[in-house]
């Protein structure tokens, strides 16, 4: 798990495309699979997840 | 059924801890489930000028720090959770999260109020993607690039003058002729070379839903009923708020905006429940007046608390 400011580290921000904070990347492989803009809850997490790691 | 408690505050914002530092030190040990937005909309702002005490200002998220740490200190309980239904019909009151359940005496709402949107399709699509709510939190995104603020009042014109920090433009969309915003805010608004304004018009569509991210507002002129196009890549949505009432609904008055009524103080419909902050509060709307009123909450609740025959809530909560 990686945490980024963005204010520190704008080109990663741009890099991803990131118009919104927080935003949660989810990467497989290398590849970003998933994306989650603002506040979820856990279970709302858990789900985005779930649906990788089968 | 879990523990019997005597105070449940949902909500972590002024009010709510406010009210959790006044019940902690009457020992009444409450629990403060935080929600998705700890800490409140002071989370989301810089210097707060207008809190006494703090003659050279402090920023809202120390302030939340110092406030959060001042109710544990005396015992108060905050933990990380998300109401998701509350029973007031029952007695104790239920209260559940994703991960628990909770029996209280007294409950206290704290729920504040979010950001009110648009309602459009589009915009709900293009959340994060460009249209945001919050100027403070994602206005660096938009460094060098056009935007448009959605909006004719105070908040509307501070996050205009705020983006044009980072943005080459914004254009202010309001759906009246002239805004609501006090004389200052207008003022310096107007005087903001980056700043233009769209009178009587109305957003009909953020594109490019298609593309995962705005490229432009369809806007209707609501005299002329003519539509353009503006290209801008971000969207902020300053039209107000609305409160969080959604879990109340149909269990506790509300007035015809969706604010929990409350009489007598903190009381509301339902006795033993009592609302405090901006969730009751549509006039006032300061951290301060939410924090006198979850100090208000407190203590209407610690009274109730005196006056109900101690066996009546545990009597049920084992039933």
């Known amino acids: 798990m990686g945490k980024l400011n963005v204010d520190e580290n704008p080109n990663t921000a741009f890099k991803f495309s990131i118009r919104g904070i927080p935003t949660l990347l989810l990467f497989k492989g290398g590849q970003v699979v998933e994306q989650v803009v603002g506040l979820a809850d856990k279970d709302a997490l858990k789900k985005v997840i779930d649906k990788h790691v089968a | 059924m879990a523990d019997l408690r005597n105070v449940v505050i949902i909500g972590s914002g002024p009010a709510g801890l406010t009210a959790a530092l006044y019940s902690a030190r009457a020992n009444l040990k409450p629990l403060v489930i935080e929600g998705l937005e700890a800490g409140g909309q002071l989370m989301l702002t810089t210097l707060v000028e207008n809190w006494p005490g703090h003659r050279d200002g402090i920023m809202g998220p120390d302030l939340m720090t110092e406030i959060r740490a001042q109710a544990e200190r005396f015992g108060a309980e905050v933990i990380r959770g998300h109401v998701t239904s509350v029973d007031l019909m029952a007695m104790p009151f239920v209260v559940k999260t994703s991960e628990a359940e909770y029996a209280t005496r007294t409950l206290i709402i704290a729920t504040g109020a979010s950001a009110r949107l648009l309602g459009l399709p589009s915009e709900r699509t293009l959340m994060g993607h460009g249209v945001s709510t919050c100027a403070t939190c994602d206005g660096y995104f938009f460094r060098g690039k056009p935007i448009a603020v959605v909006g004719g009042g105070d908040s509307a014109m501070e996050e205009a003058i705020f983006l044009t920090r980072f943005a080459s433009h914004v254009t202010v969309i309001h759906r009246r002729g002239t805004l609501r915003a006090s004389k200052i805010m207008q003022d310096k608004a107007f005087a903001n070379p980056k700043i233009s304004f769209e009178w009587h018009a109305e957003i009909e569509e953020v594109k490019d839903t298609g593309k995962g991210e705005v490229t432009a507002v369809v806007i209707r002129n609501t005299q002329s009923g003519e539509r353009k196009e503006i290209p801008v890549e971000g969207v902020f949505v300053a039209i107000g708020h609305t409160p969080n009432t959604s879990l109340f609904k149909a269990q506790l008055d509300t007035d015809a905006n969706g604010y929990i009524v409350t009489t007598d103080g903190s009381r509301t419909s339902v006795p033993g429940v009592f ?45």
Do not use: F, N, W
């Not at chain 2, 009123?293 to 009546?312: F, N, V």
């Open chain 2, 275 to 319: 609302a405090c902050g901006d969730v009751q509060d549509h006039v006032y709307r300061q951290a301060i007046t939410a924090a006198g009123s979850g100090c208000m909450a407190a203590i209407d609740a610690e009274k109730y608390l005196e006056g109900l025959p101690q066996h009546l809530g545990e009597a049920h909560a084992t039933a």
